[in-house]
């Protein structure tokens, strides 16, 4: 099979491409380029698209003898991921864009390219398994190694997307045999550092990037009353369930820390509360997709787990179509869960879907 | 079996080159010593230097060695405008293109945004052609604030040839000096840094089939551009640092034969060129040849190819055993639209559709017939391409 596998020019994707030149394929190592400006060298744990990350996929792929390019992605991940990014946050929303990348970029604008040049798959270093059911359908799971599943991430893959993906380090059982593998194969990067956060942010600091975009809007931090109880420099970077950084002199009656309740674009208040207000209940989203064959019967409930951080933990739950829209009632809470991010729906190791949250109910008043 | 017709990027290592390397490598001496063994090397390093001064028309004491092309076009640009503004504060402004190399391009940029230069660039026309009633109106509009003017003689992309010493007759009525980056130029189309009326030519040997990392800075006797390094006064105390005899001798081993055979790799290249382009205008007739009707170099054959993108075609050509090139690639690999095009006035789409087929000494006829090939096959492809 004609295989473009995806560099970031880190040891996962590298094995992931060692992996798939082992089984035969014919293997053509592409690299990303995301960034407009990228920059010279890896800070820390953060990024993924700097010329030395790039640099490091080619070191790789020279060494398992398969042909390497750089494709320019920048102008799309800039208008489907970075622009969307600051898009929701203005909403009030906070989003994932390590699942817009995947749902716009690897697995829609570079699978696209790779079939109409002449590719059948996209190989990359994510920790997810992908298996036939018996009757022809992929299924994607969870991978081997639960602390590195990244199956979340992958959720929004569609069952076309599926057949032409390929996730050979599913089966791993840990981390430390993919860098023992990398080493072992001569890879420079098999002792790289993971790369955490988000790849376009370098510092690390969301609130401060995004100040270069949204302009300052200063507005009222209001408990549940609508009482005032401090001020903010603008409403935009503040997270649902955030505690730190709300400069909020005076204590609760109660003398208890107030989370982030709520975020109101509109009127440029931040509502803030107990921790109990932050319990919510059920989950809506108008955009949700079916990762693989959908289910026969989606207006009928269904049995799952859900969830709803990249490494979150998982609650049971039910899930139908109801007029339109994805409801997730929870068995058991789950608390400061924000608008934007997206619920993926598991049975057993099963992903079954995904949407993004459009609502989070909580049965607790935010004056509780 | 890869078929390599990329040689404007860099081309194949002479024998001579080699010879004069390997030979020089065997003597052991700093020419700047005063023993024996000192002296030999500096003979080495001289008679470099005569050599490369012949090839391009310069006096042995113009030829300012150093480590290429970029090294060459930052000094003189940024030499000769510190030069000219630590005399005249208001003599800041430098005239260049937009078509040039970037190795001109930044640091003209960066001396506007770091050091109060002003820049201004003339115009072309749609077949890459300086348009030098452009120049004429910005030297006489500027006039003595003109600190300099930098354009290349041949252009790296699309190998359209510079009218330089009709530049440099412009130039001469406020007696402003010019620089030319000559990368592309030098033993490819005839060369004289006398008649061309130049003050600084930039010149680099992996052009010319010597390795990489030796070229000269040509500077007019009477110019002084101020030096990037300072150190032992080294090279007319132009550009300080051991002298590099092994690859001064090779460079000047390529340089001369490269010269010597100018007049007959340019008929040679030239019909091979226009073969092709007649061959890739039968097999693809919406293809755009793209400085047709300018004077060009030989050996320079470009196109674009509507409804391409530069990187898929490459891509495609590449696995095909294909080596070419679209304009220049950025420190990360990333083909962008290239800036030449965008400077003559092509589209973006045009600008990331094109296509860079160089020839050079070792090139044949079934070179170029391998690539035809290619191109039969990958272009239709290249066509279903989905963009990046």
Known sequence: ?368 | MSVFLDHASTTSLRSCAKNALSDALDFLGNPSSVHSQGRATRELLEESRDKVAKACGANRSEIIFNSGGTEGNNHAIKGIFWDRVTKDPDCKIIISSRTEHHAVIDPVQWLGENQNAEVVYVEHSLNGMIDLDSLRSLVSKHKQRVALISLMWVNNETGVISDIPAVTEIASEFDIPVHSDAVAAFGHVPIDFRASGLTAMTLSGHKVGAPIGVGALVVARSAKPISLVHGGGQERSLRSGTMNYPLASSFAAAAKEAVTELDHEMARLGALKDQLEAAVMEAVPSAIITAQGANRAAYNAHFVFPGTQSDAMLFLLDQKGVCVSAGSACQAGVLGPSHVLLGMGFSHLEASACVRVTLGKTSTLQDVQQFLTALEQVHPVALQATPA
């Not at chain 1, 604008?109 to 079939?115: I, N």
């Not at chain 1, 982030?260 to 059920?282: C, F, N, Q, W, Y």
């Not at chain 1, 899930?319 to 058991?332: P, S, T």
């Not at chain 1, 879907?353 to 049965?363: C, P």
């Open chain 1, 1 to 368: 099979m004609r295989v473009l596998a995806a560099m970031s020019g880190g040891v996962d994707s590298a094995v992931a491409a060692a992996r798939a030149v082992e089984e035969g394929h014919d293997v053509i190592g592409v690299h990303l380029a995301l960034s407009r400006m990228p920059g010279t060298l890896r800070t820390g744990s953060r990024g993924c698209c700097t010329i030395e990350d790039s640099m490091d996929a080619q070191r790789a792929a020279n060494k398992l003898g398969i042909p390497f390019y750089v494709w320019d992605f920048s102008e799309r991940f800039k208008l489907d991921v970075v622009d969307d990014f600051v898009a929701e946050y203005q909403a009030g929303r906070t989003p994932n864009p390590c699942m817009r990348c995947n749902e716009r970029i690897k697995f829609a604008a570079l699978l696209e390219r790779g079939l109409s040049l002449g590719f059948e798959a996209i190989c990359t270093g994510h920790y997810a398994s992908i298996i036939e059911d018996g009757q022809g359908n992929l299924e994607l799971h969870r991978s081997l190694e639960m602390a590195k599943d990244q199956s979340y991430v992958l959720g929004v893959l569609n069952a076309s997307q599926l057949a032409h993906s390929m996730f050979p380090l599913g089966a791993t059982a840990s981390k430390d045999l993919i860098r023992q593998e990398a080493a072992a194969r001569g890879l420079s990067v098999a002792n790289k550092p993971d790369s955490y956060d988000i790849c376009f942010i370098p510092e690390g600091d969301t609130r401060q990037w995004l100040k270069e975009f949204v302009p300052t809007d200063s507005g009222k931090i209001v408990d549940g009353e609508g009482n005032q109880l401090g001020e903010h420099d603008g409403h935009v970077g503040f997270t649902i369930g955030q505690r730190k950084g709300l400069k909020i002199g005076t204590p609760a009656a109660d003398g208890k820390p107030r989370y982030v309740l709520e975020i109101r674009p509109k009127t440029k208040e931040i509502v803030v509360g107990p921790e109990e207000a932050l319990e919510i209940s059920d989950l809506v989203g108008a955009r949700y997709t079916w990762c693989g064959k959908a289910p026969e019967n989606p207006e009928e409930a269904i049995h799952c787990e859900v969830q709803v951080r990249a490494h979150g933990d998982t609650v049971s739950a039910v899930a139908a179509i109801v007029d339109g829209h994805m409801h997730v009632q929870l068995n058991e809470p789950l608390y400061g869960v924000p608008a934007g991010q997206t619920a993926v729906i598991y049975v057993g190791t099963r992903v079954l879907g995904q949407m993004t949250i459009d609502e989070a109910r909580s049965k607790v008043s935010t004056s509780a």
